[in-house]
């Protein structure tokens, strides 16, 4: 019998596929695809537009799903890369380039993985608000293993306005 595993996982895309055409199209086909290949999405964020990180000048889709799996977290990770490269991404080249997808796993419900392959809690979702947007959006009470913190807490310190100086 097969353990039951939810996890979050992000999305984004910040190039255009030749069928599924713009980042946002990208996204949210993938996010079909993640739905009955790969377990159950039971909560799906908006697509919202965000800049980019790195050296990539286009502009990004995110999103962020909650999916109940029977896949350990490693063989998600592998069948999210398969999907990947089904929908065209590569990893050559320069880091943070432009992508047709990016499928991360920000959290998972068994709590912390430390591997050479793998990091859950993605060691970058608490500073990354085209991340805690959506995943606060569709799961604001999942708590992040290492702070505590839930991701609603976590989007509200990395959103809050800064003080005013006096």
Do not use: K
């Not at 959506?134 to 807490?153: C, E, F, K, Q, V």
């Amino acid at each position: 019998m097969s353990a039951h595993h939810t996890y979050l996982v992000a999305l984004g895309s910040n190039q255009r596929h030749p069928r599924l055409g713009a980042p946002r199209g990208v996204v949210a086909a993938a996010m079909d695809l993640m739905d009955g290949d790969l377990g159950e999405v039971v909560a799906r964020s908006p697509i919202v537009t965000s800049a980019p990180v790195g050296p990539s000048l286009r502009t990004y889709a995110n999103a962020a799903v909650v999916l109940d799996s029977e896949l350990a977290p490693h063989d998600l990770l592998r069948a999210l890369q398969g999907l990947e490269a089904d929908l065209g991404r590569t990893r050559q080249g320069q880091r943070w380039r432009a992508r047709t997808i990016d499928l991360d796993v920000v959290l998972w419900s068994g709590g912390i993985v430390a591997t050479s392959d793998l990091a859950v809690p993605h060691p970058l979702f608490r500073t990354r608000r085209f991340v805690l947007g959506p995943a606060s959006a569709i799961a604001p009470d999942w708590r992040d293993p290492i702070t505590g913190l839930t991701l609603r807490h976590l989007h509200a310190r990395l959103t809050r306005p800064g003080r005013l100086p006096r």
